[in-house]
């Protein structure tokens, strides 16, 4: 059974830190990439970071770049996918998600939605002003 579960989301102040974590199973999602997306309300859902298979190339949306970070451990079972989020602000206040690629061994550079094929239920996010 596949699975993508997302931990770590709250409410922190502007400026504050969160980590989310994802753990993906009952597929070898150590051959996909993956992604985080995020999805504010009465907007659409939008990209955020992705992380190619090998963990070796990462991608950013100009809104987030320089404060968060987005990584991978290749388990054996299961793949975990983090995102560090530094700086929060209000605007990033959101449900987060995270995702895997539709198709396998891609280095990440796949950003839209369409594209990927596996979702957690997301997590919330809240930065208070």
């Known amino acids: 059974q596949v699975q993508l579960v997302e931990f770590g989301g709250g409410l922190v102040q502007t400026g504050g830190s969160l980590r989310l974590s994802c753990a993906a199973s009952?597929?070898?999602?150590?051959?996909?990439?993956m992604g985080w997306f995020r999805q504010a309300p009465g907007k659409e859902r939008e990209f955020i970071a992705t992380?190619?298979?090998?963990?070796?190339?990462?991608?950013?949306a100009d809104s987030v770049k320089g404060r968060f970070t987005i990584s991978r451990d290749n388990g054996e079972n299961t793949v975990t996918l983090y995102l560090q989020m530094n700086n929060l602000q209000p605007q990033d206040t959101a449900v987060y998600y995270c995702?895997?690629?539709?198709?396998?061994?891609?280095?990440?550079?796949?950003?839209?939605?369409?594209?990927?094929?596996?979702w957690g239920q997301g997590t919330q996010v809240t930065i208070s002003s």
């Open positions: 995702a895997a690629d539709r198709f396998l061994l891609r280095d990440g550079s796949d950003r839209a939605p369409a594209d990927f094929g596996f």
């Open positions: 009952g597929r070898s999602f150590r051959d996909y990439a």
């Open positions: 992380i190619g298979y090998l963990g070796n190339r990462q991608f950013y």
